[in-house]
């Protein structure tokens, strides 16, 4: 069985083709950054321009990567949510447009379980059940999985999302958007203890998250140091913040497993690419003897791939959309 996945939530315009649900034959991404990059952040109308523009030779190369034509596509896996509204329906537009003109199926996936599905694409799934953390721009979320569709949900940010954070602090000292990756190498040259920043929760048992206290201390330092007259090392200051967000990410993950007793567990989103959180969750995994699984970091960042794999999961359960099916920029995922 052939799938073509279609994702556009945000500003990667993807699409990849994949065979029996977990065979990459072709992943190809359109990024937008230098479009936002001049904003500080992803602005909604660009994005879905962009997408426009992108999507249709981005198809075309994918089809003749993998070898295959418009009649051998099986099935159209397409995000329906969440994300930006005018994004969303960029990709949904072409996915219908390509089921009805090819006859190929059609079926809508969440854009976090596309995340978290990620980790199967090599292997496919090992035994559920499963504990998943989900850190990504908009997300960061921790779920009990009793299997590998369904999502209850244990605790989530109360405000930004985990990606959101490195963002803000890499504009806050001028490294760039998107932050994340940015921050992940200036830390790489810096002390993690050099700042005692908060970590917000981390103890508390309960396994919501906040980042609002480290965002404010960060903000903080920066200005207390530059009032005193006081340089401040980029590096220092990357790798403390990143240290105190990578800190609360591994002990509510641990907590979670405690809790819930699963011995392994799933990262899955674009912050899943920082290099100290797939190191420290590693030696946290095998420190409590539980198996944890992320994703290559090129496919923790938003692709089509996982968008494929999943949806081709659900195709093969019998699961299906209709021509009918809308886009949901909140889409809630599971229970
Ligand atoms: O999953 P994703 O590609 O898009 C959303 O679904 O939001 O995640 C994007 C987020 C951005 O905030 C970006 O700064 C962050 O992931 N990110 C990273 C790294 N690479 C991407 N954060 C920390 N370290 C990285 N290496
Ligand atoms: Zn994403």
Redesign the pocket.
């Known amino acids: 069985m052939i799938t073509l996945g279609i994702e556009t939530?945000?500003d990667?315009t993807a699409v990849a083709v994949v065979e029996d649900t977990f065979t990459l034959r072709a992943n190809l991404i359109a990024r937008q950054e230098h479009l936002h990059e001049r904003f500080g952040g992803v602005v909604p109308e660009v994005a879905a321009r962009a997408h426009v523009e992108a999507l249709n030779p981005l198809l075309a190369r994918a089809l003749d990567e993998a070898g295959v034509d418009v009649g051998d596509i099986d099935v159209v896996a397409v995000t329906e949510g969440p994300?930006l509204v005018g994004a969303l329906l960029v990709g949904m537009a072409a996915a219908k447009a390509f089921s009805l003109a090819s006859g190929a199926g059609l079926i809508g996936v969440h854009?976090l379980e596309g995340?978290v599905w990620a980790n199967f694409l090599v292997h496919g799934p090992p035994a559920p059940p499963y504990v998943a953390l989900i850190?990504?721009?908009?997300?960061t979320m921790l779920a009990h999985m009793p299997d590998a569709h369904t999502f209850e949900v244990l605790g989530q940010t109360l405000d930004d999302?985990?990606?959101?954070a490195?963002?803000k602090v890499?504009r806050l000292i001028g490294l760039g958007f998107?932050?994340?990756?940015a921050?992940?190498r200036m830390a790489a040259a810096g002390d993690p203890q050099a700042i005692a920043f908060p970590r917000a929760m981390a103890e508390s048992g309960d396994l919501d998250f906040s980042m609002s206290g480290l965002k404010t201390a960060v903000l903080r330092h920066v200005k207390r140091e530059r009032a005193a007259g006081r340089d401040i090392d980029p590096a220092d200051l990357a790798a403390s913040f990143?240290e105190a967000i990578v800190d609360v990410q591994v002990s509510k993950t641990m907590t979670a497993v405690r809790q819930t007793g699963v011995d392994t567990v799933l990262l899955g989103?674009?912050?899943v690419?920082?290099?100290r959180?797939r190191s420290r969750m590693a030696d946290a995994g095998r420190a409590a003897g539980v198996r944890v699984l992320a994703p290559p970091?090129e496919l923790?960042?938003?692709n089509a791939a996982m968008i494929a794999c999943a949806g081709a999961a659900r195709w093969a359960r019998g699961e299906r959309s209709s021509l009918d099916i809308g886009v949901d920029p909140n889409l809630r995922l599971g229970v």
């Open positions: 939530s945000c990667e994300g854009h995340h850190v990504s721009g908009g997300h999302a985990a990606g959101e490195f963002d890499a998107p932050g994340g990756p921050i992940d990143q989103g674009g912050v690419a920082n290099s959180l970091p923790c960042t938003d």
